[in-house]
């Protein structure tokens, strides 16, 4: 089969590769579409240990397995450990996910997965709606968290307007928030979100009960900061880099709650997968699609800064 194959700092080839073996209780999945994750970028980079070239990327995928469509939970884990008994899977001390060692990615003809992380996609979802619930997840798990921190949530701040804030967005919505805003720099991008939520360029004035930082620098550390209200929760989802920004004297004054957001519970997935097929997470039709053969370019130009839809899914 054919992959995109991460090689060293910034160089991505397509190769053939062999196609997955699928160990017991597992079954291959034939990718239908799989999308650019922040974590690939930054692998792509050559900033991520865990995940040394040569390497498959690529965790967020849609497919077939034995004739079922399906939406894959990368997220595996060991079902035994206390963390996964107390149904917070992804805490699990030997959880795995594709895309890192030993567990090959996505970016390729298909993976192989165990049978109890897919789950089955109806008739009037599209492969290209199915591959979005691994990253609307990560928002589930945000949203579900940051709400029950904060007690009471009526107004919320996203800072980012990828996919994984755009997921954060709407779902805070449909867990209940009426209003919510979405800060987004970047002129085309935020054009490009206009008509599915509440954006600005800049975080707006006012406290907040439920801010989401989606990109995870020191920057936005600090307007998180400023911009939650004494006994909100500031929720930290993005995985940008540095260390500084947070206002620790004010986080500890004003009680402020400070959750740290990794992924999401089988059950988040599962959630996440329900609201997206009854419609409470919109049309989900904020996507670019290209083949895999492209996927170099398609980095290229998520790192320029070129690209107006939050997700670049591909095509194998």
Known sequence: MKALVYTG?????????????????????????????????HAFLGHDERRPAPLILGHEASGLAGGRRVTVNPLVTCM??????????????????????????????????????????????????????????????????????AGVADRALVLGGGAIGLGAALCLMAQGVGDVTVVEPNDMRRAFLDGHVQTAAKAPDGAFDVVVDAVGIDPTRAAASAAVRPGGAIVHIGLGGGQGGLDLRRITLQQIAFLGIYTYTAQDFRDTCAAMFDGRLGPLDWVEERPLTEGARAFADIRAGAVAAPKILLVP
Do not use: K, Y
């Not at 109806?122 to 997840?137: G, K, N, R």
């Open 80 to 149: 035994t450990c206390p963390a996964c008994l107390r149904g917070e899977t992804n805490l699990c001390a030997r959880r795995q996910i594709i895309s890192m060692p030993p567990r090959e990615g996505a970016f390729a003809g298909a993976v192989a997965m165990p049978e109890r992380n897919l789950v089955d996609v109806p008739d009037h979802v599209t492969d290209a709606q199915a591959a979005l619930a691994e990253p609307i997840a990560c928002g589930w798990n945000g949203a579900r968290s940051g709400i029950a921190a």
């Open 9 to 41: 700092p910034e160089a991505l080839e397509v190769r053939e590769v062999p196609d997955p073996i699928a160990a017991d209780g597992e079954v291959e999945v034939r990718v239908a579409r799989v999308g650019i994750c922040g974590s690939d970028m």
